[in-house]
């Protein structure tokens, strides 16, 4: 009798941690995903700190200018030949789910071993965001993620950088709360060579098949942020946000 009881303690014991972990679970999720996101914000200001130390000997991935040192001076040149032949050539390949998700660069080939390519910061929504190339699903769960085919996010004229992020992911926020945004709100992307300054110019909701409604305008330096609508809908919708450099 006494080995039944204990057996059925056991078990109801088992029962009780499974439910209480699975209660859990969104909740250290979160936290676990929220580190791993600090932790590569806070890398990603490490690294460019170093690159941009004047102390630092010359390397291929420092290049001296007159001024200091320029971090990675082929991968800016190659994004900015990239911006220049997507406006001229009309995107014409943002045109279905692939052209979208596949990265434009193997940043490996530039010494960039994690994929971080800057920082999305979001004042107004208390947001700090690691930006990546290429709207895959692991990019998407780790951050900010560039349409591929849309601008690299380094500014200039004739560009508009695509970010998508989540409405929301296993606990995580995200662009949960990307309604808080206003006309005039401040937005930045931190790049491996400067700050820019954006400012919330548009609010506007598409369907998901409206790419018309991304492309690059000419003659301006856009940052356009990208989620789905409403909340919890499934992605029936997608919430855009349109932001205009500033000097």
Not at 16 to 40: C, D, K, T
């Amino acid at each position: 009798m006494k080995k039944k009881q204990i057996i059925l303690c056991i078990l109801c014991i088992s029962f009780l941690l499974s439910g209480l972990a699975l209660l859990l679970y969104p909740s250290v999720n979160a936290w676990l995903q929220e580190g791993r996101i600090h932790q590569n914000v806070a890398d990603f200001q490490a690294a460019i700190d170093m690159a941009q130390s004047p102390s630092l000997p010359n390397t291929p991935d420092v290049a001296s200018t007159e001024e200091g040192t320029i971090p990675y001076p082929e991968l800016f040149e190659a994004m900015e030949e990239y911006n220049t032949a997507i406006y001229h050539n009309g995107q014409a390949d943002l045109c279905d789910l692939c052209s979208y998700q596949t990265p434009v660069f193997d940043l490996t080939e530039y010494g960039i071993e994690d994929g971080v390519v800057g920082i999305l910061s979001i004042p107004k929504m208390d947001l700090e965001l690691p930006i990546y190339l290429g709207a895959t699903s692991e990019h998407l769960a780790s951050g900010a993620a560039q349409l591929s085919q849309t601008s690299m996010p380094i500014g200039g004229e004739n560009t508009n950088c695509v970010l998508a992020g989540h409405r929301g992911w296993y606990g995580s926020l995200f662009f949960r709360h990307i309604e808080l945004l206003e006309i005039g709100d401040e937005v930045m992307i931190t790049n491996l060579w400067e700050t820019l300054n954006y400012t919330v110019s548009e609010i506007t909701v598409i369907e998901p098949n409206e790419i018309d409604k991304i492309l690059i305008q000419p003659g301006c330096d856009m940052v356009t942020l990208l989620t789905c609508h409403p909340y919890g809908s499934g992605g029936r919708y997608r919430y855009v946000v349109y932001c205009e450099r500033v000097a």
